[in-house]
């Protein structure tokens, strides 16, 4: 009997080690990333930028426009958001679209302007310039792919602004209809 007990304990031993293996093993390996590395692109009330090794940042003076196929809030499309009208289509899709194009996969270099550096949920605010040097958020507002934000006050307030008064005098974008 002894002698069986002996020859099954390298058999179990096998078995375990496989067993251990699995579990400490993942089953998908997790895709490696660099610092400053664009990972993806989301929108919500604020366009939301997942970056390597910082974690989720908000773009900084820039709302994505809520068109009436879009409601935020509880707030029905056709009213107003800060005193603006925020147009009549939704460019969310599209807005993503060149963001994903822009930025995913690329590293771009993030500021804090010191004004609204976080949010309740510890999201920080930047300003994000692009690997050829275009500050993200002011492009989003020249195309008409977000609005200037009018809460607060902030360093780039004034440029956001006049951008989006030339968006919607050229009919870009959310402007365009």
Known sequence: MRTRVVGLLPFVFVIA???AAQIVAPTTPKPSCTGGQVLDVKRGQDYIVNV?????VGLRGVEPPLGTAVLAGGMAA???FGGEVLGDRDVGPEALTYLSGLLVGKRVTLIQDGWR???YSGR???YMYAPDKTLVNAELIRRGLGYA???GFHPKR???LALEDAAR???VGVWAS
Do not use: A, M, W
């Open 169 to 171: 005098r050229g009919k």
């Open 149 to 151: 934000d009018r809460r």
């Open 124 to 126: 920080q605010y930047v």
């Open 17 to 19: 080690v496989s067993v």
């Open 52 to 56: 390597c090794g910082v974690g989720e």
């Open 117 to 119: 550096v976080g949010d």
């Open 158 to 160: 004034d440029e956001f």
């Open 78 to 80: 056709g009213r107003t």
